[in-house]
């Protein structure tokens, strides 16, 4: 892998990161470079592709960051205040396909492009859940800020590969192939549902794709500095198939479209993507084809969620058939787009009343509706547990009989081994889903791959022997079972469930009980435990609200991102959208009059959305808080609203989203024909309560889009009291800092609506307030109206407007009366109940309260009319790609790192010798005068070496680039070139022996010499061990001399990283084993053999 690794390199002032290749397989470094934000919050860093030969690495103002190459960057990610990149420390190959090599990532670290803070934090060994310490809180006297992100990708389940798209299953690839498609194009071709890290490399992949050319592009891609990584199981097996070598694999791919852990995501979203979906290829290879077999599985493409503390699987359905029919079909078009045909095999259970049955209800009717597809959409219901616990396993042949039509329809995908050429594609999937897509769904699968793969042999008279047939059936079914574990295990936490019967084909005791302990585990994880992982996994997903804006300065970009602003209209339109927004405090009241005067408005008869807020819908006493059922009071209002907005000639509102803090509830409805309009629905509660204690008082958000424009409801109760103002303050900050979503903060929407019981009151005496309602004195009132005052200050609601207020106070009335307070109490009227807004495009054409008696409090009601924007993506393309072409023009790119002195003069002019190798590789460098070398030598690429009949595992690139340590003296003339890709007769060339320093410097950390030489000059020998670094090394601080001088017999078995062997001991070597061999002319050959280890 070293052609793939690169070397990290540091400066201080600024600090400055540089990541370039291991080898010259690349000329392109990764340069980044933290500059002044000028006096701003912002943290900012440049970043370039830049040249490698171009940067000066020489002095001390780069060094070493790592001992050791690693594996590239996963991208870049801010945590608090900082900004970091992530690289690939550890990786261990686990499979090799189609001849490229694949990757595990063991181990990842991060470090600041910012400052030097985290550079010498230690990290734990790489992470496993087996681990007992997995889930243990690191210690020290530093805690990494990316620690639950370096967790997150440390646990085995990330898997890369350099030179293959890993993303898209073999059939994808080889079309592509057909097609005339680059193979290499990994950057261009990969799958966006299946890259982890898409949002970490989004910055470095824009530059790549505005900035460079295609042949920078192509270099870079090969350099092995950027890293695609998905998340699921790849695992590789060995065997034979009647006395043939053949390698079977298993890739499974989990989307990270709706990621997320096992109780906090489920079923699906607006965009159609939905939970814990894995496409799951089974491979098989030999010298006649190569076979792959597609099934997917997913959550049920319904709206539902599991919510609170989880020991009964019971299921919330959070919006109806109607509002998700819409993005059930998104769903299966974009499986038809991506697989052609789909056959549902439902697992759940299908009991009267169970939450099972429930969900398989709701999934049966929103495939029937999608009646144009029905010639590409089937499915069949298999009650997995009913039908296993009363006949067993064995009736499992019961499924495989109802998907054998489908399974021969759909074929599989099979190509010639020698040509490459495709024979078959598969033509459809097996969608399989249970609750959580794991347990059933893997037992399934795993007998659905075997069928198969059991019909292509026999199709093609490949037959097993008998040993054959009973070792492949443990060696099948132990992938299967890893491939189970894992996505379990990625999920949920644990291994799966039923993977003994996986595993050995039979159920045993010793199964059940594992089953059981791996049951009691997944409650205390999902409970307690997954909100951590969730975070991390937002994270890495670019879906957190509460972090900086990074910007990773490109002043290309920049100019871009301002000239796209300022031309929005050229590439966008907009359209009209109605919206009723309504609050009402109704005081523990569910029934009483019409809801028909509060709702309707004779400014619009159907608006595209209704906003409800409820507040108070249980008495606010600990009585009613033990014994009310909140669920069910909000069901029972959800009907009650539904209806008054449904009842009438024309109408036709779904439930888009009903949300409820205890007391409090949000009802969102949309009109039936605009659903399609509504998109990326989230929630979020706060609590403000008894300091966050209690939900007597909190708020609630939902966020959505509307067309392109994004959107924030919020529903609040806040601080009672006529003196409480700093209360509701505080709540109201409380509630506006506390309520987050994915993706954005609250106030990064386009539009935002607050409306509730505020409970800010006038400040002024009750009989004023009340002397001046009744001589319609509104506006005086308004004037000591305590939010309007607190408005005005900044103290809350700051930028919010609120529409004129002609109708009287809305509290507080005696219950069933038009009479303001008479209570001993006697309360004075105020405006508490409120609809404030924040943004463009936004106008209020009605501001008015209803009437009903039932409450203390009167309802409000206003109507918006808000200007959406619709942006039209290809439009937007083609405008960018303008842009940054006229820019490009105009050089808006930062400058580069200083570049280096150029070359040497000509070695005619220099003393020569046929003794000493020459480790420059520039065979005519231009001639100019005497100056000191910017670089240490570098040793011959393996192109260049191969040439010669010679191998070498360590590049040039490799060793060009460490720090150089300046030899104690230099003669004239005595300077090397930078280093160079070109290949030619290195060995012929003719060097200045006078150059060659009479002592090494025993400082390089991948190359030490031989203390004991044939010829005249000698040298000495690395330092020795170290227990406070890695492999006891001590850590160098400079390069090893500019030439390098070998001769046969000598004893290195004191170079702990290069062992030159032909006789020596080589015990002392952990990283390269190599041998040696005569050459002519009296000198000893270079490494004839090597490797450097993973």
């Known amino acids: 892998m070293t052609d793939r690794q690169c070397i990290v390199f540091v400066q201080a002032n600024p600090r400055t990161l540089v990541l370039r290749p291991a080898v010259n397989l690349s000329k392109t470094a990764l340069v980044f470079e933290a500059i002044d934000p000028g006096g701003t919050r912002a943290i900012r860093s440049t970043a370039r592709f830049q040249p490698s030969d171009t940067i000066d690495l020489s002095g001390q103002q780069f060094s070493l960051l790592l001992q050791r190459p690693v594996y590239g960057t996963i991208g870049l990610v801010q945590v608090e205040n900082d900004l970091f990149i992530g690289v690939v420390t550890e990786a261990v190959k686990i499979a090799e396909l189609e001849d490229a090599p694949i990757y595990r990532i063991q181990k990842v670290n991060f470090y600041s492009l910012i400052s030097d803070r985290y550079d010498a934090v230690e990290q734990p060994d790489p992470l496993r859940p087996t681990n007992p310490t997995y889930l243990e809180e690191p210690t020290g006297p530093t805690i990494h800020p990316c620690q639950a992100l370096i967790k997150l990708i440390s646990t085995g389940s990330f898997y890369f590969s350099p030179t293959m798209d890993l993303t898209r299953s073999a059939q994808r690839r080889a079309l592509d192939v057909q097609q005339g498609a680059s193979a290499m194009n990994i950057f261009e071709k990969a799958d966006a549902h299946f890259v982890w890290n898409k949002h970490l490399l989004s910055g470095l992949l824009q530059i790549r794709d505005q900035e460079l050319s295609a042949t920078e592009r192509e270099d870079l891609d090969h350099g092995g500095l950027l890293v695609l990584a998905i998340q699921g199981y790849v695992g590789q097996v060995n065997f034979t198939i009647g006395g043939q070598p053949c390698r079977m694999a298993l890739v499974s791919r989990l989307s990270c479209k709706r990621a997320g852990t096992r109780l906090l995501s489920r079923g699906v979203n607006d965009d159609g ?321 019409s809801l028909d005067q509060w709702l309707r408005s004779d400014k619009v008869e159907f608006p595209h959305i209704y906003a409800i807020g409820i507040q108070e819908l249980i008495e606010l006493n600990p009585g009613a808080y033990i014994s009310a059922d909140t669920n069910r009071l909000r069901l029972d209002w959800e009907a009650t609203l539904a209806r008054a907005i449904n009842d009438r000639p024309g109408a036709s509102y779904v439930v888009l989203r009903s949300l409820h803090l205890v007391a409090l509830g949000m009802f969102v409805f949309v009109r039936a024909d605009s659903v399609n309009l509504v998109r990326h629905v989230e929630s979020s509660v706060k609590k403000t309560g008894l300091g966050g204690m209690a939900a007597n008082k909190g708020g609630i958000g939902i966020s959505f889009s509307v067309n392109d424009t994004s959107v924030a409801l919020v529903t609040a109760h806040l601080a009672a009291g006529q003196n409480a103002v700093e209360d509701r303050n505080r709540d109201y900050w409380t509630i506006h800092n506390g309520l987050t979503f994915k993706g954005r903060r609250l106030a990064e929407h386009d539009m935002i609506f607050w409306f509730g019981d505020f409970n800010y009151r006038v400040n002024l005496s009750n009989e004023e307030v009340r002397a001046r309602v009744k001589s319609r004195e509104l506006d005086f009132l308004y004037l000591n109206d305590q939010l309007n005052e607190q408005r005005a200050a900044g103290a809350a609601f700051d930028g919010f407007q609120e529409g004129g207020i002609r109708f009287d106070p809305t509290y507080k009335y005696d219950n069933g009366t038009t009479i303001y307070d008479t209570s001993e109490k006697a309360r004075a009227p105020a405006w508490t109940d409120r609809i404030l807004y924040r943004g463009r495009r936004i106008e209020q054409r009605e501001y008015a309260r209803g009437e009903s008696l039932i409450s203390d409090h009167r309802p409000v009601r206003a109507v918006f009319d808000l200007q959406t924007v619709i942006i039209d993506r290809e439009k937007q393309d083609i405008l960018q790609k303008q842009i940054y072409q006229e820019k490009m023009a105009t050089k808006h790119i930062p400058p580069p790192l200083p570049v280096r002195a150029q070359g040497p003069p000509k070695l005619s002019e220099q003393p020569t010798t046929s003794l000493l190798i020459d480790l420059a590789e520039d065979p005519d460098p231009p001639q100019q005068k005497s100056f000191l070398p910017s670089t240490p030598p570098f040793i011959p690429s393996k192109a260049t070496i191969h040439s010669a009949g010679v191998q070498s595992s360590i590049d040039s690139a490799f060793r060009d680039s460490f720090p150089p340590a300046r030899p104690e003296s230099f003669p004239p003339r005595s300077n090397l070139p930078p280093p160079s890709s070109k290949t030619f007769s290195w060995w012929n060339r003719e060097v200045d022996e006078a150059f060659i320093p009479r002592e090494g410097n025993d400082k390089n950390p991948f190359y030490a010499f031989p203390p004991k030489q044939t010829a005249t000059t000698s040298y000495t020998a690395m330092a020795g061990r170290s227990p406070t670094l890695p492999n006891g090394y001590s850590r160098p601080a400079a390069t090893p001399p500019n030439f390098l001088l070998v001769s046969s017999g000598s004893d290195s078995k004191h170079n702990p990283f290069t062992n030159t062997n032909s006789g020596s001991d080589s015990k002392h070597n952990p990283f390269i084993n190599t041998n040696t061999q005569s050459i002519p002319n009296g000198g000893s050959a270079l490494p004839r053999t090597g490797q450097l280890l993973d």
């Not at 249970?434 to 093609?460: E, K, M, P, S, Y």
Request: charged share 20%; net charge neutral; hydrophobic share 40%.
């Open 273 to 593: 993507h939905v939970s814990n979906f894995v496409e799951t290829e089974f491979l098989l290879y030999n010298k006649f084809f190569t076979f792959s077999f597609v099934q997917v599985r997913g959550s049920v493409p319904v709206f539902w969620e599991q919510t609170g503390i989880q020991m009964t699987h019971k299921v919330t359905i959070s919006r109806g058939a109607e509002s998700a029919a819409p993005a059930t079909r998104k769903h299966f078009e974009e499986l038809i787009t991506r697989y052609n045909k789909i056959h549902v095999a439902n697992l759940l259970g299908q009991k009267d009343g169970s939450s099972e049955q429930v969900l398989s209800e709701l999934f049966r009717q929103g495939v029937a509706k999608m009646t144009d597809l029905s010639d590409i959409v089937a499915y069949t219901e298999f009650d997995f547990h009913a039908i296993v616990k009363r006949d067993g396993y064995e009736q499992l042949s019961q499924l495989v009989a109802m998907m054998r039509a489908p399974l021969e329809s759909y074929s599989y995908f099979l190509a010639d081994g020698q040509s490459g050429s495709i024979v078959f594609t598969q033509q459809g999937v097996i969608r399989t889903n249970c609750l959580d897509c794991l347990d059933r769904t893997n037992v399934v699968q795993t007998r659905l791959a075997r069928h198969a793969l059991d019909t292509q042999l026999t199709q093609f008279d490949q037959h097993f022997t008998l040993l054959e047939a009973e070792n492949f059936a443990a060696v099948f079914n132990g992938l299967w079972a890893d491939n189970g574990d894992w996505l379990s295990k990625i999920y949920a936490g644990t291994g799966a469930l039923k993977s003994s019967y996986t595993r050995k084909g039979k159920s045993t005791m010793l199964g059940f009980l594992d089953d059981a302990v791996k049951s009691a585990n997944r409650f205390y994880i999902n409970n307690f435990q997954d909100k951590t992982r969730q975070e991390a996994i937002d994270l890495l997903l670019g879906k957190l609200a509460n972090s900086e804006n990074v910007l990773l300065r490109n002043p290309l970009h920049e100019a871009v991102t301002r000239d796209m602003r300022s031309r929005l209209a050229e590439y966008s339109s907009s359209t009209g959208v109605t919206m009723v927004v309504g609050t009402w405090n109704v005081n523990g009241k569910v029934k009483g009059d």
